[in-house]
C-alpha cells in the first residue's frame, strides 16, 4: 500500500498518522518518499487554522528528535528522489536564464506562462514542483529561520547525498557544464572588454574551467590530499571571478552598461555560484555545507515558483541598467536640491527664467491652434514647440519646476543606497533631504508662476496692440478656462498622464546618458573621419565633451516635447479622451483666456476654482512623476522601502518641529541642515 497522507493534516495529526502507520519508507520506492515529502512539507505550509509555518517546523524538529521512525522516514524519502532522480538540471538550469539573449528569455518566458513545458517525472525538478505546487510556497520557506532549516537538514545527515555513485556522477557531470558555460561567457565582449585585464591568461573565467580537470583527476584517483588543494584553487578562482563581476559593475558609473552585459553578468555570477556549491559538495570532506546548501534549497524552491514569472525576470536582468539610469538622474537632481538661502535665491531666480521662456512657450502653443494644418502636423508643430522651449530652457540655466521631481527622486533614494556597507542608513538626514527637496519643490513652481501668469498676459496684450486681434477671446477662451476647471474636464486626470510623461522624459535622458558612456560615443566621434577633416583637435574635443555632457539632457527634452505635443492628436485619431495638462502651459493658458475675457468679466469664485484647480494639476504632476521616479530608483539599489517602517514617524515629527524647513532654508544653519 502506497505511502499517501492528507495534504491537510495539522503537524500533530501528522505525526499521529505516521506513527500509527508504523511503516518504513524504503530507499526504493521513489513512490511513497514522494507521497511522504508532499505531506511532510503540507504540514508545514501556512493555512487557516495552523501555526505559522517557523512553528510547524520546530513542532515537527521536536518529534523528529522523539521519535526515530519520523527522522528514519525523512532521511530515507529525502534520499529515495535524489538517487532516482536526474539533478543535473536542478543545480545547471533552475533560475538560471537559458535564453542567449535578453529578448529571448523574454518572449520564452511569455510563451511558458500561456503554456507551459512539460517535465520528465525522472527530473529532481519534477519532485520540486510537486512538493512545493503552490506558486507562492517560496515565500514562507525563506520565512524560516535559517537556523531552523540549518537543524532540519543537519538532523537528517547531509553526509548521504555523495555516498552514492549515481550523484556523485551527477555532481561531477553538472560541475563540468557549468564550467564550460562559465568559460564561454567569460570571454564574450561584453564581459572581458571591461575586466582588470584582457590578458586570455589571467581571465579567471576560463582558469577555473581548467581547474575542474584537475578536480576530476584527483576526485577519480581518490588523491584527497591533491583534492584539497585543488578545491582551495578552485574557490580562489571562483572568487576572483565573483570580484571580477563586481569591478564591472561598480565601474557603471564611469563606463554605463548595457541590457546585453547586465543579462550576461547575472547568468554569470549564478553558474559561478553553482560552481562553488558542487565543488563545496565534493571537496573531500563528503558532506554538504550545510549554510551553502540551505541557501541553495531557498533558491531553487523560489525559482520554480517563479520560473515563468515576467516581473522576477525583469527586476534581476534589468536592475543594473535601471540603476544606471538613475544614477545618471540622480547625479543631475543634486542640483536641483537646494541647502542655503543663497541657493534657495538661485533656485528662485533660475525658476523665474524658466517661467518667462514657458510664457514664450504658452503664447506659441494657443497660436499654432489657430492655424489650419493637417491634424499630424498640428501635433508636429506643438511637439517642436515644446522640445525647443525645453532645450532653451535647460540651455540658458532655467529651471521648470515639474521637471526636477524625476530627477530628484533618484537623489532622495540614494540616501537609502547601503551598497558597499553594511551600515543602516541615516534616517533623519533622509528626513532633512526630503525637507530640502520640498522647499526646493516650493521655489521652482514660486518662480515659475511668478512669471508665468504676467510674462503670458503681457505677450498677449502686445501680441493685441500689435495685430488688433485678441489670441483667445469669446467662446474660445470660455472653453480654455472650462478644460483646466478641477471637475468640469478631466484635467486632474491629464495632469497624471503628464506626469508620466515627465518621469518616462527622465528615463529616456539617463537611458541615453547611460549609453552614451557605455558605448564610449565622445571617443569614436572625435576620431570620426568627417570630424577629423572637418574640425581642429580642439573643436573635436569641445564637441565631444558637449555631446558626453547634455545629450542625455537634450534627447529627454525633446521626448517630453513630442510626448506632449502629440498626445492630444493621439486622442483625435484613435477617438479616446486622452490629453495632458502641465501646471506652467496650463497658467499659460487661463492667463491668455482671461486676457481674451477682461479678468473683470469672470465671476471671482468660478476664477478661485480655476486656480485652485491649476495648482492641483502641479501637485499631480509633481506626485506621479516624483512617485515613479522613486520607485524605481529605490529598487534599482535593491532597497526595501519596508525595512524602514520608522521613516515616516521620522519625517512627521521632523516637520512637526521644523515646518518652515520644508518651505524655505533657514538663516543660520546648523551642522546637521
Known sequence: MPFILSRRKKPEEFIESVKRRSTVIHIGDKKAGLEFLISFFSTIRPSKGKKVPSQNLQDLLSEM?????LLSNIHNALLSQLVHTDL?????????????????EFFGRLRHKIIPTLQNENDFLFIINRIFYQSDDYKWVEAIPHVLWKEFFENIGLAFSVDDKHILLQLMQSLKILSVQVANLGLEKEVRKHLVTESIDENPFLNQAEMIVKFENALIAEDDKEL???????????????????FIRQ???????????????????????????ITDILDGNSQFNSDNFISFFKMLVRNENTKNSIREFLSLSLGYVAYQIAEHKGSKGSHYITTTSKEYRQMMWSAMKGGGITAFISIFKNLLTAVELPIFWHGFAYSMNYSIGFLLIDATGSTLATKQPAFTASAV??????????????????????????????????????FVFPGTFLLAWLYDLITKTKILEGDKAIAMLESQHPWHSLSLLYACNTGVFLFLSGIIAGYVQNKILYGRIGERL????????????????????????????????ISLGFMLGMS?????????????????????????ALYGLGIRNVPVTYLITIFLGVLAIGLLNFLVSFSLAFVVAVRSRGVQLRDYPEFLGILGRYFLKKPLDFVRPRRQLSETD
Open 526 to 557: 572625435k576620431n570620426h573621419p568627417w570630424w577629423r577633416s572637418a574640425a581642429s583637435p580642439e573643436k573635436r574635443i569641445r564637441r565631444t565633451k558637449f555631446i558626453e555632457k547634455n545629450a542625455g539632457a537634450m534627447i529627454g527634452n
Open 251 to 277: 565601474n557603471h558609473s564611469s563606463s554605463g552598461t548595457s541590457i546585453h552585459q547586465s543579462y550576461i553578468l547575472l547568468i554569470l555570477s549564478n553558474k559561478l555560484g553553482r560552481v562553488e556549491l
Open 228 to 246: 584539497r588543494d585543488v578545491s582551495e584553487r578552485l574557490h580562489s578562482l571562483a572568487q576572483r571571478g565573483v570580484e571580477s563581476i563586481e
Open 568 to 592: 492630444s492628436i493621439v486622442s483625435k485619431i484613435l477617438g479616446i479622451p486622452f490629453d495632458i495638462r502641465h501646471i506652467t502651459i496650463s497658467v499659460g493658458n487661463v492667463s491668455v
Open 413 to 450: 533614494a540614494s540616501s537609502l543606497d547601503t551598497k558597499g556597507n553594511t551600515f543602516k542608513p541615516n534616517l533623519y538626514n533622509l528626513a532633512i533631504t526630503v525637507a530640502r527637496v520640498s522647499r526646493s519643490q516650493i521655489a521652482s513652481f514660486t518662480g515659475n508662476l511668478l
Open 88 to 104: 543535473t538540471s536542478a543545480l545547471t538550469e533552475s533560475g538560471i536564464p537559458l535564453a542567449n539573449g535578453f529578448w529571448q
Open 65 to 69: 528528535n522523539a521519535h526515530p521512525i
